[in-house]
RNA sequence: GCCGCGGUGGCGGAAUCGGUAGACGCGUAGGUCUCAAAAACCUAUGAGACUCAAAUCUCGUGUGGGUUCGAUUCCCACCCGCGGCACCA
């Protein structure tokens, strides 16, 4: 292909250039269908001859949203592009595809508004970011573009939820879930925040429905022992820790008594999990939560042997009902008040024979440990606040640190975490670690508990009552029994003729093709599940269909997944850290144990990036009017201009705020660049006989911004560029200026971070000596990365600073090569006229210098 | 309350196997060019003291201690901000 050499001159002008590039690489397929092109890593060549390597860089998936591409997407999508472009050029090969996010909420919401329906408010907003993307320059492959709401994508979603159906890991089950009244429907724990969903703020209600779930569960101690093996920032790992929550205790069975103290004939008993057994001495009541079936039974007055009158059952009816009706956020609003009721029932402690009242209250959660546990008031805070307020014993098992051994009737007298056992017969004297040992094992040894490991994570809950997603893939016989949908009718496609209306129902009830579609396939009386998949389902398996996203046979070959996964870079906001990254992580392992291929985690190295505020150091919101828009931007500055600033602005892990003056400030680099170089290109010499401070500081520069390049280190990079561009304006008029040669390498320096200013100056290099475009390589990006030379990398000269006692005295300068001539620079650093001033008393008497310290190359102190 | 991250000029930030604190950019001030303005370019720019000036000195990386010839960097205690979890037994 030919490439017109530009006639434009001097004047950066990037509203011609970035759109006359943009066509070029299009048009020439650029950096395309990069995964068909696997095969053996070592003999692999790229267009340089030089052998290739894989890379696999991962951007979010982003949802289409109608309000186009953000700032931040810019910022995230450059970051890998420069990546991208950068390893490219140092022979990788490297796959940096895209996708959309494209099923989820807004849609829909916009569908009940306008009755527009979700799939043309989608294909609009995802042609909306395709165009802003390109023009950005970003080096996707679009040739393998996703979208989890096309039928060949979904359709291997649902081959996924069948895969874990036959394998036990999907189920249908009963249980108390999280109801969003606004969004009408059901929502995962973690879309859950402050007892609010997630989306819409609404405060979310307890059900009891019969919904669809994922064991992740089952992958519980991997999902924390995998996280070992990836390099993911830490505080990522600790959440995901918190998050799975895995704790070791014991569980203790109390055995219900009858009045007179003996154990019931059905025998009854209430098992509580407790990481704190050591202090069971002190244990003076039972508290279980509402939903604990014990307190069902008392309910029902299924426990009069056990003493329980029907007045307390009847309270206790009461008390279960208004806890059922109590919304997350009302109980949150309790603080640490405390509600609760006396069952009637006692339960005994085998330790001491203890009679332990048994009470119910909501404090007690029902999804955590046993839903039941045991009150010991001395020493936990929320024990001690429920029997001060409902009157029951408080007893000390634990001294406190200051030797306070008095009775606790004070809440800081609690102590929770350290001492030394009192009152608890055999553990007297013990530390709290060594007395949990020794009586769990005393529980053990005599039957009473059993060591037992609990965790917060619950199983992954996946249905939801709304339209735009996939549907679940499941059909019920006319007796309600649940079956899979046959492979063959996958993908099993989303109905058309639906009401948005919401209704409380499943939106696809309302469709006549769906019901009608089951009945004609598995026969009359037949019904589809009307629900749809949580759109984490599909965005949690995204990464492997990237490896062959065009493969009608299977969801990805194997040999395509093994040769491009783990993912070499993810980067992705610090908001998935527990949903999306832990659900990925449970389908990995999942379909690894089915033999798909080998490795166990998705995502070996993962980054997040900041968010980027508005210019008032706000978060961005179209309420506060503190939007920035790219578009606007890349009008007034230019693309490249975008894209330097967003990696200028600080660390891409830090939140920063926008400053629309600074963007100025870079736009003016860019323009100072394409002069200097422009301008060099005229006059450049073939060869260069003196080495100059320019040449210097241009390996320099070679050397960090590789460097920099490679630890994401974007902001140093480009403050590096100025400072080379500062050296190079300021050179004496004398200099005889850069190469060819080096002008080439000054421009490939570029290429990553100003792609498109880059191409044109490189069409400018090639015309200045008339050279036509290499047809294998025309572009710069296909160009190789200029290699530095250490020798001129180094400095001339370095500066030795000279201490005495500790204080920046004096300076002098040391050729490169004599720095390690130690005694001579001990002696000059003595010597210089600024330091014998401060080596002499007041009376003018040379003082003893006791000590000589010398940092090859920084520094000497002297010690007098 | 628990877990994690952070605190450096007027602002964004740079420098942490301990070794010139403030790179680079923004802003500001003065200047060149211009009838003028903008743009562009040049110079200065942590605070303070002293000086005609040059030079020099003192202070300075959230606070208070400690280790060291030397601490933004390491240790101890605390304060503040941000993110996550939260009546999790």
Same mark, same amino acid.
């Given at each position: 292909?030919?490439?017109?050499?530009?006639?434009?001159?001097?004047?950066?002008?990037?509203?011609?250039?970035?759109?006359?590039?943009?066509?070029?690489?299009?048009?020439?397929?650029?950096?395309?269908?990069?995964?068909?092109?696997?095969?053996?890593?070592?003999?692999?060549?790229?267009?340089?001859?030089?052998?290739?390597?894989?890379?696999?860089?991962?951007?979010? *998936?982003?949802?289409?949203?109608?309000?186009?591409?953000?700032?931040?997407?810019?910022?995230?999508?450059?970051?890998?592009d420069i990546l991208s472009r950068f390893q490219r050029m140092q022979g990788k090969q490297v796959y940096f595809p895209v996708g959309w996010d494209a099923f989820g909420l807004p849609a829909e919401n916009y569908a009940i508004k306008t009755g527009v329906p979700p799939a043309k408010t989608t294909h609009d907003a995802i042609k909306t970011f395709q165009t802003q993307i390109k023009r950005l320059g970003i080096s996707y492959d679009w040739a393998n573009e996703i979208a989890t709401n096309h039928p060949e994508y979904y359709k291997w979603t649902q081959w996924l939820f069948l895969q874990l159906y036959?394998?036990?890991?999907?189920?249908?089950?009963?249980?108390?879930?999280?109801?969003?009244?606004?969004?009408?429907?059901?929502?995962?724990?973690?879309?859950?925040?402050?007892?609010?969903?997630?989306?819409?703020?609404?405060?979310?209600?307890?059900?009891?429905?019969?919904?669809?779930? *994922?064991?992740?569960?089952?992958?519980?101690?991997?999902?924390?022992?995998?996280?070992?093996?990836?390099?993911?920032?830490?505080?990522?790992?600790?959440?995901?820790?918190?998050?799975?929550?895995?704790?070791?205790?014991?569980?203790?069975?109390?055995?219900?008594?009858?009045?007179?103290?003996?154990?019931?004939?059905?025998?009854?008993?209430?098992?509580?999990?407790?990481?704190?057994?050591?202090?069971? *001495?002190?244990?003076?009541?039972?508290?279980?939560?509402?939903?604990?079936?014990?307190?069902?039974?008392?309910?029902?007055?299924? @426990?009069?042997?056990?003493?329980?009158?029907?007045?307390?059952?009847?309270?206790?009816?009461?008390? @279960?009902?208004?806890?059922?009706?109590?919304?997350?956020?009302?109980?949150?609003?309790?603080?640490?008040?405390?509600?609760?009721?006396?069952?009637?029932?006692?339960?005994?402690?085998?330790?001491?024979?203890?009679?332990?009242?048994?009470?119910?209250?909501?404090?007690?959660?029902?999804? *955590?440990?046993?839903?039941?546990?045991?009150?010991?008031?001395g020493h936990d805070l929320r024990d001690f606040e429920f029997a001060t307020q409902f009157g029951i014993e408080i007893i000390r098992v634990v001294k406190g640190p200051d030797g306070d051994i008095s009775p606790i009737i004070k809440p800081n007298q609690v102590q929770e975490d350290a001492g030394v056992m009192i009152n608890s017969e055999f553990l007297d004297g013990l530390e709290i670690m060594a007395a949990k040992a020794k009586i769990m094992d005393h529980f053990e040894a005599k039957g009473w508990g059993q060591r037992v490991t609990t965790y917060k994570l619950r199983d992954w809950l996946i249905s939801r009552q709304r339209y735009w997603g996939a549907p679940i893939p499941i059909v019920y016989d006319p007796e309600g029994q649940a079956h899979p949908v046959k492979p063959e009718h996958l993908p099993w496609r989303l109905p058309e003729d639906v009401g948005f209306k919401p209704t409380g129902e499943s939106p696809l009830k309302s469709s006549q093709e769906f019901i009608a579609r089951t009945e004609k396939l598995y026969g009359k009386g037949w019904r589809p599940e009307f629900d749809t998949m949580d759109t984490f389902v599909d965005s949690s398996w995204y990464y492997l269909r990237y490896c062959d996203s065009r493969n009608t046979q299977e969801f990805a070959s194997s040999e395509r997944m093994s040769a491009w996964l783990p993912a070499d870079l993810y980067l992705i906001g610090p908001e998935h850290i527990v949903l999306h990254l832990l659900y990925s992580r449970f389908f990995t392992k999942f379909l690894r144990d089915e033999g798909y291929f080998k490795f166990s985690e998705p995502f070996q190295k993962m980054r997040h990036q900041g968010m980027i505020l508005g210019p008032d150091g706000k978060k961005m919101s179209k309420s506060k009017g503190n939007v920035i828009n790219p578009d606007s931007i890349i009008a007034e500055f230019g693309a490249d201009t975008l894209r330097v600033y967003e990696m200028f602005m600080g660390p891409l892990e830090a939140d920063k705020p926008w400053d629309t003056r600074a963007v100025a400030g870079v736009a003016r680099f860019l323009k100072r660049w394409f002069k200097a170089v422009t301008q060099a290109l005229a006059t450049a010499p073939t060869a260069n006989q003196k080495i100059t401070q320019s040449q210097r500081k241009l390996h320099q520069t070679l050397k960090k911004i590789t460097e920099d390049l490679t630890n994401l280190k974007f902001n140093t990079a480009i403050a590096a560029l100025m400072e080379f561009l500062n050296v190079w304006e300021a050179a004496p008029k004398t200099d005889p200026g850069f190469t060819r040669e080096e002008l080439s390498q000054i421009i490939r320096l570029l290429a990553p971070l100003a792609p498109f200013m880059a191409e044109e100056l490189w069409s400018q290099w090639l015309s200045a000596a008339d050279l036509t475009p290499d047809s294998q390589a025309p572009f710069v990006h296909q160009q190789s990365w200029p290699e530095f030379n250490p020798d001129l990398a180094q400095a001339e000269q370095v500066t030795i600073m000279v201490q005495v006692n500790g204080k920046i005295r004096g300076q002098f300068a040391v050729a490169t090569d004599q720095i390690t001539a130690d005694e001579v620079i001990k002696t000059t650093a003595q010597s210089l006229p600024e330091i014998q001033k401060w080596l002499v008393d007041m009376s003018g008497a040379t003082l003893p210098i006791k000590k000589i310290i010398y940092v090859s190359g920084r520094l000497v102190s002297l010690v007098v």
């Open positions: 292909m030919s490439v017109s050499p530009s006639t434009s001159g001097l004047a950066y002008e990037p509203q011609n250039i970035e759109p006359k590039w943009q066509l070029l690489w299009e048009k020439a397929d650029l950096f395309q269908n990069t995964p068909a092109q696997l095969t053996a890593t070592s003999t692999q060549k790229n267009t340089a001859g030089r052998p290739s390597q894989k890379l696999f860089h991962l951007f979010a *998936f982003a949802y289409p949203s109608g309000s186009g591409l953000h700032v931040g997407h810019v910022e995230s999508m450059t970051a890998l036959q394998k036990g890991l999907a189920y249908k089950g009963v249980g108390m879930v999280n109801w969003c009244p606004s969004c009408q429907t059901v929502l995962a724990n973690e879309q859950v925040v402050n007892g609010q969903c997630e989306r819409c703020s609404t405060d979310v209600i307890q059900k009891e429905l019969n919904q669809w779930y *994922f064991k992740i569960t089952a992958y519980q101690d991997e999902l924390i022992s995998g996280l070992e093996t990836v390099d993911w920032p830490n505080a990522t790992k600790q959440q995901q820790l918190n998050w799975i929550g895995k704790k070791a205790g014991i569980n203790i069975a109390y055995q219900v008594i009858d009045r007179a103290g003996q154990p019931l004939d059905s025998g009854e008993t209430i098992t509580c999990f407790t990481t704190r057994p050591d202090t069971n *001495f002190g244990a003076t009541f039972l508290v279980l939560a509402p939903e604990h079936t014990f307190a069902k039974k008392v309910a029902a007055g299924e @426990l009069a042997a056990a003493g329980v009158t029907s007045d307390q059952a009847q309270k206790v009816a009461v008390y @279960l009902d208004s806890a059922k009706k109590k919304t997350e956020l009302e109980r949150q609003q309790e603080g640490r008040q405390k509600s609760g009721v006396f069952t009637g029932a006692y339960a005994i402690n085998q330790l001491n024979n203890r009679k332990l009242p048994v009470y119910i209250s909501d404090f007690v959660l029902g999804n *955590f440990g046993t839903g039941a546990v045991v009150g010991v008031p």
